[in-house]
């Protein structure tokens, strides 16, 4: 009677319990039936009544907990979880002494939903990042076109469309799906055509997608094969001041449409595309710009000349650079017989803000030829050219004006500043051109001496910049390579033609220097050919130096 009693107390507090459970709680019998619910659990499960057997009520994930629920529960072990009417629940389970089970349901779908948010997130600001690194590890604009567009396909759509600004008539575009990528150059469309384009390549706003009627897509806007879109993103790449473009995102009519957190992170892509879009377009006009500009700044292409070998050999000092602050022009006579005219100079300094003076020296002298038959009051005039730029920067100069005379080469050879030329003889005798004079672009005048020299067969004429003879190297790196070892040099070059001169001299002072720091390094040859016709009755002798 006692135990009777007992049992009843206990029944009556387990259901005063249940009842005012703040969860949806249910008691499973240990036959498999449900012996009560609180009214919680039975808005979930409208079916679990006492009586019901779980398998008929239950969801399977909560049915197949009960059915797998160990006698003694493993420490640590995660709950179960699943959904009931749309929402996500964990399952707690109290066994009872006389065998029944009391399951226990706890609603996190606010916590799964944050957590899955969370997740998000974190992908996408992966994503950004590894985007963000693809994108800018190129300064090609088709290549960086081709990058945004497989990633946007790969990762925000089922296909993506990245379209640059039009060029003229011309409105380049890249289309990407899971096939792979595409450039296009399309002519005869505008973007007019397209639902939102034109706005978007103004760097208008975005429209949002459900504003949209992705059937009005015209088929050049859409991949091959696509088939009918069923949704369509539309936003602007922002640039550096100026729109880079539009992203067009395409899905099929099978899938689900935008949400409103995917068309904000495709903005956020889009922003990184357009920054790297414009980085590239900003590389390519500058590229373009310094190519034009650099061209004139080359030093240009030597050859023979009238009977007349000149060969040269440059080295800025810089190994990357292509110009620096020596230079030197080859000036060819506009009628046979007339002399050509040879400049070699050394700018004070070094890279692009020297080689801006040379390009302005060179560019003076150019128009100063027809003063070339007087070297100094050439030499003069670009003095006062200079110091009327206000420039800080001097140079030195050496110009020489070179005349074929039947199988002789006749030359005036004038230095400013610069190092005296040196002649190599037919017999290997070297010897220096004797000119001189003040440098440009310091003093108000210019007084120089111009030398005459004659070259015979074989015997050249050598012009270099200090950056020969001062480059330091040799087994301490400090040794000067001098105008002796230079001079030596010269003495094997001689009978050489005039490409064979400027080239080993060139060689020779790289070796020295080897992976040292060094000056510009320029040098000329003019080199007087043999198998030239034998010389006439009124041929001048040869004279100058080591003559």
Known sequence: MVNSAN?????TWSDAALHAAPYPALVAGPVGTVRRANEAFGRLVPGAVEGSTLREVLPDWLFLAHDRLPTTPAPHAPPPRGEVAGRSFEAHATRLPDGEVVWWLTDDTDVRLAERQLLQERSRTAFLARASNELLSSLNLDRCMEVAGRLAAAHLADAAVVIAPPRGRVLPMVSADATGTSARQLTGVTPEMAPGLAEALQGFPPVASRWIDPAAAPEWLVPEGFGPVGAMVVTPLPGHGVPAGALVLLRRAQHAAFSESEEVFARLFAARAGAAMSAARLYAEQAHI??????????????QVDGIEFAARY?????????????????PAAVSGDESLVVLGDVCGKGLDAAVLTGKIRNTLHALLPMAGDH???LRLLNGALLSSHHTRFATLVVASARRRADRVELRVTCAGHPAPLVVRADGRVAEAETLGNLVGVLPEINAVTAPLTLAPGESLVLFTDGITESRGGPLGDELFGDARLRRALAHCAGMPAEAVAEHVQMLAAEWVGPNKHDDMAVVTV????GAPSPTADAPPTDGPGA
């Open 7 to 11: 049992r009843s107390a206990d029944s």
């Open 527 to 530: 080199t007087a050919p043999r």
């Open 376 to 378: 100094v009051r050439m």
């Open 315 to 331: 080295r800025a000092a810089k190994d990357g650079e292509r110009v620096g602050g020596d230079f030197y022009d080859i000036h």
């Open 290 to 303: 310094t190519e034009t500009l650099m061209r004139d700044l080359l030093p240009p292409r030597v050859g």
